[in-house]
């Protein structure tokens, strides 16, 4: 099935415990695009870039099989750029420098060969902008996805609230689950955030894992324990582009479909998570992801 | 099989953002004494109390099938006291008032119809005094489990190591883990503290679940997502007497079966925190933890 995949492709500078890089390419369409890339061939990329962007990602992403067609490329702008720095326990992160650039101003335009997708993710973006997507597609996909973080909670709650109302499954970490519905505890967070729009929620816990959340039932998977967490960045991405990209590889949306699929996104994340920025998931071979998933599950497995 | 219990019984006074309580029963093993009186009748008791300490607790234990030959009463001394005030995460907590009383020196004298056990639990307590225990068997049990904290590592870590290599099965919290092996990463951190002596290695994560480890395989159970986590005070204590005590009634130590009882200690856990102190886990029906135990299964089942 057709996916569409909209949100930022652009450069990070990341610092770790375990080193450091210059400009990379980052940005949650890019960590979405390439991890469900391994799912579906069938990927259409809305983003915006500056005339900074390496030509050579793009083809990358094509040879991936993401049709690029929806990547504007502006003239004499610059590329969104994000820099921080991670502390020891890697789940906490200092922002450096945030450089909107074209992302300022992104119109998101749907070329007409992406009409009448069967999947959205939302990738993290302007409120506004996401729900823009949604208003722009003349035919309503099948499931919609939508990432977000705190940072539009606090500066624009009001637009966030009216996108979230659009959509079919959210996903944010425990904090943002908190901050979103004013309860500390998870369960009672996911029962007022699906009062918001949302039949599904999906809570990121890092290495914690993940829950999904579907009225009364409750689905957690766990994160693979490493030897070396190297780079968190785009782990959550990578999350929802394994989850969305198996979603539309199976065409099917039950609440135990959606277990399989955050078990793959888990999956494809504990790959992101072992490298600096995207270099650990541009090059798996399924026999690698066969592997993994293997470990998934006997990591839980039990005989009660 | 027969069951060893060693450590505190005492007095708790604990506030959460929900309450506060006047000095209730808590120590290590009166959680533990009850929770492994589930699954077995034969729990004999190591402890030592004041004569502060309230009789009907101590008929309680016995209506549970819990053997109290060994703990002895102290005419005129004090009951160890603890009060702490746990924070909104629930998962932090400070300490107001400790006060070692009878604690301070306490002498762990084996009865002779404990002899011959077959697994032993020892609860967090000075290293020193968990290892005298072990010294005084005249058989070595088939499984030694033992429990700790950070406190012994920053004041008797050269004790502690001594007791630590003498155990099957290792508990701790993932911080101690931390603590412990000067590795950030817990799988490296398993894999130093299985070096210091135990096969097995327990990391207690709280609602994040608990990992067992063992050589390069690794077991996660998750922690059952609840509505409201009222009091976590004994709640590890209460996953380690679910965890030995299932081991003791099924008495198959393989790794398989540890799995098994990871998750009835977690289930255990899970009754212990939905009240203050021991109130949830001395009346407890089978039925209950029988749904519970289902719940779990049902919360990381996956299809793939």
Known sequence: MSLLVVGSVAFDAIETPFGKTD???????SYIALASSYFTQNVNLVAVVGDDFPNDFISHLNTHGVNTEGLQVKEGEKSFFWSGKYHTDMNTRDTLTTELNVLGNFDPIIPDSYQNCDYLML?????????????RLTKRPKLIVMDTMNFWMEIAMDDLRKTISMVDVLT???????QLSGEYSLVKAAAKIQEMGPKYLIIK???NGALLFHG???FFAPALPLEEVFDPTGAGDTFAGGFIGYLAKTNDISFDNMKNAIIYGSAMASFCVERFGTERIVNLSNDELKIRISEFKHLVKFDL
Do not use: F
């Open 172 to 178: 944010i970490n425990d904090e943002e689950a908190r």
């Open 23 to 29: 400009k990379i390419v980052g940005g949650a369409a």
């Open 216 to 218: 009364k039932h409750i």
């Open 123 to 135: 990738g993290n973006l302007t409120p506004k902008v996401q729900q823009t997507v949604i208003e």
């Open 205 to 207: 816990k890092g290495e």
